[in-house]
């Protein structure tokens, strides 16, 4: 996300702390939780699942379908491998 627009970046980081915050998904805390246990900094966790939530959102406006939080959540499971289009 080092290459991300500033204010795209900031506002997808604060997306992802308000989940973490209301534990909405509840697997964003448990993805953070995990990555920090495997050796990430609290900005890499974070920058990590923004950059789900950036393909999530990517997709939905590509594809004009709806936020299919299964795919999400499948997808936070997963980091470090970030997800495809």
């Not at 997808?12 to 998904?25: A, I, M, Y």
């Not at 966790?45 to 939530?53: D, G, M, S």
Request: overall charge negative; hydrophobic content about 30%; aromatic content about 8%.
């Amino acid at each position: 996300m080092e290459q991300a627009d500033p204010i795209l970046k900031k506002t997808l980081l604060e997306t992802v702390d308000n989940q973490l915050r209301d534990n909405t998904p509840p697997e964003t805390k448990e993805t953070y939780k995990r990555l920090r246990r495997d050796g990430y900094s609290h900005q890499e966790a974070r920058e990590l699942i923004a950059a789900v939530l950036a393909t999530e959102i990517y997709n939905v406006l590509k594809y004009q379908r709806e936020y299919d939080e299964e795919k999400y959540v499948a997808d936070l499971k997963r980091l470090p491998a970030l997800p495809e289009d």
